[in-house]
């Protein structure tokens, strides 16, 4: 896909994509409902439905052509053509039809591969110039939305409720402008994460008033490495006739090409695995000055995943749980916009806290488990030291068994189901306890039932 030209600002101040592979620039291009436009005004404008026309129908569709689409809000108020109209939800107010002519709902169309589950809208050049990821159509904004499929896919936009107090914006007069507090709403999604095994860290880039705040990498239990439509996220291209910083990670689309990602969430159901490694790079814009990468989200980590940043041109490891940014100075190649790489990486050893898992009693006999004796089976996460403690019922020790065990693999504890003096405890119920502790000092603990018999 191509980028808007140098000459789209300086001639045109209205731009439209329909499938590429360039964009159809003119100053009298007709809008239609739909659909997305970049426009550039001389000043201040306000942009009103002056005629008053609201389209009939509670249903409108669009096609849309493989890969990005320009989109937007079809709909204005039945009730009144000059209010600002309801939001359309992304989730509950389209339906998809494919080349099997087919019409399925939009969580449907994202298993199936025909869309991707986010649209792209932009700050604006006078606002930070980003893209940012949003679940809902606003009137009045257009957004880049991924067709992932071959063919082209029918997009129907169903009428949303216009419930609730309208605003009105009379013809003649300019809208009242969005504020800051606004802006931020719109543009920043919240990225949390969950435990040790789901989790995102954020990654954004700032050069001077220029931002790219919305990606992410992590894991979580139901992705997979590859790429998954329902965590990774492609990203749309650069601009390069607009000033944009341009934040992206690595990866591969649905179709097994290389992308550009602004999400790239891994594997997380196993527990223990290699370090991980994720491939970012930065594009930033001419003249713009100094480029400052930062996280903001890193505090919101679980307890032991430790992230660091590599500058691959020059080597520096940051930890980024202990600085907040890393800025570096653009070269000269390629006019100033030359990609900078990093990488981000995860080990093994910090992104796993301690855990005590698959606690096993098997009952075994034998001259030094005697008669009554027991295998206990367990694994931890980290090299740590391991009690096994058999208690009575009130609470007394009766037995203590010691020994240090690796992470990953499984350990084993005996108990020859006597007491520490060497002699046979009564039959009945007992308390095992079993305590590992680590050398960070953290500890986790495993009680069970046990039973002594004879």
Do not use: C
């Not at 990468?293 to 520096?316: H, Y």
């Amino acid at each position: 896909m191509t980028t808007l030209d140098e000459t789209l600002f300086s001639a045109f101040n209205v731009a439209e994509w329909a499938g590429g592979p360039d964009y159809r620039k003119s100053p009298t291009i007709p809008l239609g409902r739909g659909k997305g436009y970049f426009v550039r005004f001389g000043g201040a404008t306000a942009v009103t439905n002056a005629d008053g026309v609201a389209g009939a129908g509670n249903e409108f569709i669009v096609n849309l052509f493989p890969g990005w689409n320009l989109i937007g809000n079809p709909f204005v108020r039945v009730d009144n053509p000059y209010a600002v109209p309801p939001d359309i939800d992304l989730a509950t107010g389209t339906r998809f039809i494919g080349a099997d002519n087919v019409e399925v709902s939009y969580s449907q169309a994202i298993t199936n591969g025909l869309v991707r589950g986010v649209a792209y809208g932009y700050t604006g050049e006078n606002s930070n110039s980003q893209y940012f990821q949003s679940s809902v159509l606003k009137p009045y904004l257009g957004y880049w939305f991924l067709n992932a499929s071959a063919s082209t896919v029918q997009m129907k936009f169903l009428r949303p409720t216009e419930a609730g107090e309208s605003r009105a914006v009379k013809p003649g007069r300019n809208s009242k402008p969005l504020t800051r507090a606004e802006q931020e709403k719109l543009r920043f999604r919240s990225i949390n994460s969950k435990n040790v095994l789901d989790w995102r860290l954020q990654l954004a880039v700032k050069q001077g008033e220029l931002l790219d705040t919305d990606n992410s990498v992590g894991i979580a239990p139901t992705a997979k490495d590859g790429y998954d439509n329902a965590f990774d996220t492609e990203k749309p291209p650069v601009m390069t006739a607009a000033p944009m910083v341009y934040l992206s990670i690595e990866g591969k689309n649905g179709a097994g090409s290389r992308a550009a990602l602004a999400d790239d969430i891994r594997d997380g159901s196993q527990i223990g695995v290699a370090k991980r490694s994720w491939n970012v790079s930065v594009q930033p814009a001419e003249g713009k000055g100094d480029v400052t990468v930062f996280w903001p989200n890193v505090n919101r980590l679980p307890r032991g995943v430790e992230p660091f940043l590599v500058d691959e041109a020059n080597g520096k490891r940051i930890p980024m749980r202990s600085a907040s940014s890393y800025t570096y100075s653009p070269g000269t190649a390629d006019g100033g916009r030359a990609v900078h790489n990093f990488r981000v990486e995860v080990a093994k050893p910090s992104s796993i806290p301690l855990m005590l898992t698959n606690v096993r009693q098997t009952r075994v006999t034998g001259r030094a488990a005697g008669q009554n004796g027991y295998r206990i089976a367990f694994k931890v996460t980290r090299e740590a030291d391991v009690t096994m403690e058999v208690q009575t019922l009130t609470g007394r020790t009766m037995s203590t068994t010691v020994t240090r065990a690796r992470g990953g693999g499984e350990g084993s504890l005996f108990w020859n189901g006597r007491a520490q003096a060497g002699y046979d405890l009564p039959a009945g119920a007992y308390v095992l306890t079993i305590t590992a502790k680590d050398s960070e000092g953290s500890v986790v603990q495993v009680r069970q039932p046990i039973l002594s018999l004879r």
